[in-house]
Nanobody, 118 residues
Framework: QVQLVESGGGLVQPGGSLRLSCAAS????????MGWFRQAPGKEREFVAR????????YYTDSVKGRFAISRDKAANMVYLQMDSLKPEDTAIYYC???????????WGQGTQVTVSS
């Protein structure tokens, strides 16, 4: 069973940076995609970014392109989300998720809070 544990959230001023980490365990991930999602207060959960475990191919939602970068460390079974030029509208709980390619995301972490405020 896949287990995902996020860390790295916190309070940051607008324009600042944070790096979120996701520790993945429970199986080998060679056929998996890893994703980051977020949920702001009063809003539905939305997709942020994803990466294929094997080839490292990435995809981002438009609102974070050029500001966020997803990466993975295959040896350490870690996934990261580097967030730069943060805006107040990036405030949300951020979740790490995993799926086998071609299937729905079915493994989720507990989430980590990111607050962007002056």
């Amino acid at each position: 069973q896949v287990q995902l544990v996020e860390s790295g959230g916190g309070l940051v001023q607008p324009g600042g940076s944070l790096r979120l980490s996701c520790a993945a365990s429970g199986r080998t991930f060679s056929t998996y995609q890893m994703g980051w999602f977020r949920q702001a207060p009063g809003k539905e959960r939305e997709f942020v970014a994803r990466i294929t475990w094997s080839g490292g191919f990435t995809y981002y939602t438009d609102s974070v392109k050029g500001r966020f970068a997803i990466s993975r460390d295959k040896a350490a079974n870690m996934v990261y989300l580097q967030m730069d030029s943060l805006k107040p509208e990036d405030t949300a709980i951020y979740y790490c998720a995993a799926r086998e390619q071609g299937k729905e995301y079915d493994s989720w972490g507990q989430g980590t809070q990111v607050t962007v405020s002056s």
